[in-house]
């Protein structure tokens, strides 16, 4: 029988499972089973972005480079993104219950490693490393969820999972600024030591291992490495897009490359025994218009959120940890609609909630772009309101979808494909929309400049002014008289939010994308296969 065949049987059949009596004790009780891989999955989704804070005090005490520095979060988000599938299929093939372990063990263990590292080489090695084991526990804490809630419950479960990713990521700049401002940047990273064996010893007492009756025996090893040099060459173009230029040789090798490499692992999955993602998953359009939504989702909101930080602490002139207070309405609205957003959807099921919250996606990323240098505390709080109650039910709802419609033996990869979905999605966000702010700046800041009747710049000196106006900082240098450095500033920050402005635009526009694509997917097909596993 052929990998195509056994999936489309698959998803036409019922699991033979049968459903046994509910758990009493903790072994494999439901919402236990949400609290333990909650803790495991909050400590990868603070990493992604709570680093970011301490990489200046990394760079100051190691006296590392901006390069090097630059490899702390590339080589982190590089492991992640390249491993997530292959991570899920792993789960798929020895449990999900034991791939979880080992990768709050590893996530842990590396995370302690690079706060008592000594160089930026160690540091950026243990920052691999952690990626690595990151993309080991995320699917797998999808899969167990899969297996472990009944059908009716399983999207509010995803809800407070959705939520738990949401407030980490919004959460990590605020964390982080305390930790690197009165502690130390060590702490950002031992922090996670006791989280993990916090999670370590839940999951041992309360994960119970669930397999479905046709999990995968073996592996496809030529598909691993053709997906991850696929990924990695995919990544790795969108990173260093922005610094070789867009239509340099480099990215379009890299850029060509994945795409050649996409295809060779398209074709080579018809014809394997074992296939590590079975093309006919995607004969679903519900899978597949979830996994375009996810990516389109990530664009707005990670492409959106790069430049808001920016915005806050460049123009605003807040510290980081004012910043992170300043979005807390992204994350209040985020942690109270996710749960919200799971009952709605298992009530009406995916569809309407999906393109409501797009549509509010697209509503704030549209009220963003009228941000100005003197916009206040309560109209930025409305429009990072409106975004958190936005992306809430598509964090959830996309999820659904993409697991939901996948055979239960092969949730793992499913939950690869979700989150690999946001890795390049942040990616791409972060990448196109970088893109149209060096444009909208390269375009403006010398007419800009000669209008303020500022001293004019030799082509060597406005590149590096446009490099740091793409930031929001003012390229002022030492001995400015105070008038001259005012005018500087304004040219700046009126440069800087008028390509802002543009780049929200771009994104509220593909999130009206997205949200036309939500009206193509519905409720989970095999959503039923792990009802039973709930009552284990």
Same mark, same amino acid.
């Given at each position: ?56 005090? $990394?760079?100051?005490? #190691? ?5 090097? &520095? ?12 390249? %491993? ?20 709050? &063990? ?11 590292? %000594? ?45 738990? $990713? ?20 060590? !702490? ?10 916090? =999670? ?7 994960? @119970?291992?669930?397999? =479905?009756?046709? =999990? ?74 979830? &996994?375009? #939504? ?24 807040? @510290? =980081? ?25 298992? @009530? ?33 709080? $409305? ?5 958190? #109650? ?12 993409? &697991? ?53 710049? !030799? ?27 005012? @005018? $500087?500033? %304004? ?46």
């Amino acid at each position: 029988m052929t990998s195509q065949t056994t999936v489309e049987k698959a998803s036409r059949e019922p699991q033979e499972t049968l459903a046994p009596a509910p758990a009493k004790g903790l072994r494999g009780h439901p919402w236990l089973t949400l609290f333990s891989v909650a803790i495991g999955v909050m400590m990868v989704a603070l990493d992604g972005t709570i680093v970011a804070i301490a990489n200046p005090a $990394i760079q100051q005490d #190691l006296g590392a480079s901006l390069a090097q &520095v630059q490899w702390i979060t590339n080589g982190y988000m590089l492991a992640l993104a390249v %491993s997530l599938i292959t991570a899920g299929k792993l789960g798929d093939r020895f449990g999900h219950r034991q791939t979880f372990l080992i990768g709050v &063990v590893g996530f842990a263990a590396a995370s302690g490693a690079i706060g008592l590292s %000594s160089s930026v080489a160690l540091v950026i090695t243990f920052r691999v490393l952690q990626g690595l084991f990151g993309a080991l526990l995320m699917p797998a804490a999808l899969g167990l969820l899969r297996a472990t809630f009944p059908a009716e419950k399983l999207n509010m479960a995803i809800g407070i999972w959705g939520m738990v $990713i949401g407030a980490s990521t919004a959460g990590g700049p605020i964390l982080g600024g305390v930790l690197v401002e009165h502690v130390s940047w060590q !702490s950002v990273f031992f922090i996670n030591v006791p989280v993990g064996v916090i =999670a370590l010893l839940l999951g041992v007492v309360i994960l @119970k291992d669930h397999r =479905a009756e046709n =999990a995968p025996r073996s592996f496809d090893i030529g598909g691993i490495v053709l997906l991850s040099q696929a990924m990695f060459c995919l990544i790795w173009a969108l990173i260093k897009g922005a610094e070789w230029g867009w239509g340099d040789f480099k990215t379009v090798a890299f850029l060509a490359a994945a795409v050649g490499l996409f295809a060779v692992f398209a074709f080579s999955q018809k014809n394997v025994r074992e296939p590590l993602i079975p093309l006919a998953m995607f004969r679903s359009v519900a899978l597949s218009a979830g &996994v375009v #939504l996810m990516v389109l989702m990530a664009f707005a909101f990670m492409g959106g959120l790069f430049f808001v930080t920016f915005y806050l602490q460049n123009v605003h002139g807040m @510290k =980081a940890v004012d910043a992170g207070l300043h979005l807390l309405p992204l994350t209040g609205m985020m942690i109270v609609g996710s749960p919200l957003a799971g009952v709605l959807i298992t @009530k009406l099921g995916p569809r309407v909630p999906l393109v409501g919250g797009m549509v509010c996606t697209a509503l704030a990323m549209f009220g963003m772009s009228q941000l100005d240098t003197g916009t206040g505390t309560a109209t930025m709080s $409305i429009w990072f309101g409106l975004l958190g #109650l936005g992306l809430a039910p598509v964090m959830v709802g996309a999820t659904e979808v993409i &697991v939901g419609n996948a055979p239960m033996e092969l949730s793992g990869v499913a939950g690869g494909l979700q989150q690999a979905s946001m890795q390049v999605g942040g990616s791409l966000g972060t990448a196109v929309l970088g893109a149209v702010m060096a444009s909208q700046v390269d375009s403006h800041l010398a007419d800009n400049w000669t209008d303020a009747k500022l001293p004019p710049l !030799s082509p060597q000196q406005l590149d590096q002014a446009s490099s740091a106006v793409e930031v929001g900082i003012p390229p002022v240098g030492s001995g400015v008289p105070a008038p001259v450095v005012e @005018k $500087i500033t %304004s040219v700046a920050h009126d440069t800087f939010v008028s390509g802002m402005s543009t780049a929200f635009m771009v994104a509220g526009i593909v999130a009206v994308v997205a949200a036309l694509v939500a009206t193509l997917t519905k409720r989970g097909e095999n959503a039923e296969a792990g009802a039973g596993a709930g009552h284990i």
